[in-house]
């Protein structure tokens, strides 16, 4: 759900053609949001070894029992009516788990701790509506940036990932209020391991976040 807490008029530190910086005026949204992954990325196989080198079958498991909620920052400036860049940042928590199966009839051993994962990008939107449309459509395509922290990945390697984003927004009035859906999917792949005990395969991620809410900003 975002939030839109106020609308200022701002501007943008550029590079221009000829390698110098300039400034454009820029209008600025500023917005805060929650919103959830539907679609959160997969359980990821991997080899662990004991103490006396014997490997051993393990799987981290990153799929909640709900949805992860997630907290969200949003920027957006405004270069021309249809053209607009935005900067966003995202946290959700999460409880991953990893399940070690020793085999020869040993019991299954997991271990489980609070977690979360974050993300921030930078992407390019476009208007996809025309002039005087009530309803505002929003495509945006950028690079993305995601990690994880916790006590259950400390000394972990492979806990921040180069990836993309791309998402589309629609936005509508419904009286005084004007509503706003959006659906961004982050696109990465993602290579876990523990040093010289846990080594999960590399697999590429697709996770979505939906998020939808109001802007307050008609009443400012």
């Known amino acids: 759900m975002w939030v839109q807490w106020r609308r200022v008029t701002g501007v943008l530190l550029v590079v221009s053609s000829s390698g110098l910086p300039c400034v454009l005026a820029a209008q600025t949204d500023l917005l805060v949001g929650i919103g959830v992954y539907p679609v959160f990325d997969r359980s990821a196989p991997g080899i662990g070894r004991d103490e006396n080198g014997t490997s051993f079958p393990v799987t981290l498991n990153q799929s909640a029992p709900t949805l992860p909620i997630v907290a969200a920052v949003r920027a957006m400036f405004s270069l021309r009516p249809k053209v607009s860049v935005e900067g966003v940042l995202t946290l959700a928590s999460i409880r991953p788990r990893v399940d070690e199966d ?107 976040l939906l998020t939808v809410g109001v802007s307050l900003y008609d009443f400012f």
């Open 102 to 208: 020793r085999g020869e009839g040993a019991p299954l051993f997991s271990q489980s701790f609070r977690g979360e994962v974050g993300t921030a990008s930078a992407r390019g939107v476009l208007s996809l509506s025309r002039a005087g449309s009530r309803i505002a459509v929003l495509a945006g395509l950028g690079p993305a940036v995601v990690w994880r922290s916790g006590r259950l990945f400390r000394g972990w390697t492979g806990k921040v990932d180069i990836g993309g984003t791309a998402g589309l927004g629609v936005g509508f009035p419904v009286g005084k209020l004007h509503l706003r859906a959006d659906l961004d999917t982050y696109l990465y792949s993602l290579k876990l391991a523990r040093p010289g005990s846990v080594d999960f395969d590399s697999e590429f991620r697709s996770d979505v």
